[in-house]
């Protein structure tokens, strides 16, 4: 799930919480579900298959290994979220809420899922063909999730966040697409949402210095066309405002020992 570039609270901004080996250990746990629901949600992409029964799935493993969908009652009391998933189809960038869409050949759905566990998150995010896709759109998946590759790449000890926002844009960038300005990657733990935010875009050598003990959720969101976008009457789907198909690969990552360590893999 991705975060509004301004979500933290004034007094919480700056503040980055640095997790132990052993805290650590407990998100790996949390991570470990939230791969498992992607790749069995993987299995399940295809025409015919509505969004809600993907979304079924993934809560009832989720249940199954003793975690809680995070997604779920998200948001403000007015409108929280309904689901485990994040379903977005299409020009849908994210936050799209399952139902009763029934998948089409051609079509890509991003799939979003959060789990909470021993009070600990785990985030994470793919871009799935259904059937067989236009060429075109296949190239936008692989450079988004190209970019999460060098993304994770830049997070070392001593860098700072904005080199791992600079090298998503660059990637995305020189391949004619462009990132989503309003949505950010985030510090994740003990909350869905921490500091630092980590935007798609930004200048090499600026932000929060990066130490052993961070966990980021990298996540760029890539359009084929402009980076502009609305937000749907249901006050949650994000869509391309052009109406250019857009993809979203996420992982969270820890820094240990002074290297990127994925834990969604
Ligand atoms: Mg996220």
């Known amino acids: 799930r991705a975060a ?3 979500d933290a609270a004034p007094d919480r901004r700056g503040m980055v919480r640095i997790k132990s080996p052993r805290e650590l250990d407990r998100m790996r746990e949390s991570c470990r579900i939230v791969a498992e629901v992607l ?42 979220f309904p689901a485990t998933l994040c379903t977005s189809v299409n020009e ?9 869409r029934v998948l089409q050949d051609g079509e890509i759905v991003s799939v979003d899922v959060g789990v909470l566990k021993g009070g600990w998150y785990g985030d994470a995010a ?14 936008l998946l692989q450079v988004t999730e190209g970019s ?5 790449a830049a997070m070392c000890r001593g860098n700072r966040v904005h080199d791992i ?22 510090g994740v733990g003990k909350d869905l949402h921490e500091e630092p935010s980590v935007p798609n875009f930004g200048k090499r050598g600026t932000g929060a210095t990066l130490v052993d003990g961070m966990t980021l959720a990298i996540e760029p969101m890539v359009n ?7 937000v749907l009457e249901d006050g949650w789907t994000v869509v391309t405002r052009d109406g250019k198909p857009s993809a979203h690969f996420e992982h969270t990552v820890a820094l240990v020992n002074g290297q990127p360590e994925i834990l969604t893999q």
Do not use: M
């Open 148 to 152: 999460l590759e060098r993304g994770i």
């Open 165 to 186: 926002s600079a090298a998503v844009q660059q990637h995305v960038e020189a391949a004619g697409f462009s990132v989503v300005r309003d949505l950010c990657g985030h």
């Open 39 to 80: 790749r069995l949600v993987e299995g399940r992409v295809r025409p015919g298959v509505t969004t809600e029964e993907l979304d079924a799935a993934a809560e009832e493993f989720i249940r199954s290994q003793g975690g809680v969908p995070a997604f779920k009652g998200y948001g403000h009391p007015s409108n929280p």
């Open 4 to 6: 509004s570039c301004a």
């Open 224 to 230: 084929g066309g402009g980076w502009q976008v609305n």
């Open 126 to 139: 793919r871009t799935f063909a259904v059937g067989k896709i236009d060429p075109e759109v296949r190239r």
């Open 92 to 100: 849908e960038v994210v936050h799209g809420i399952p139902g009763r």
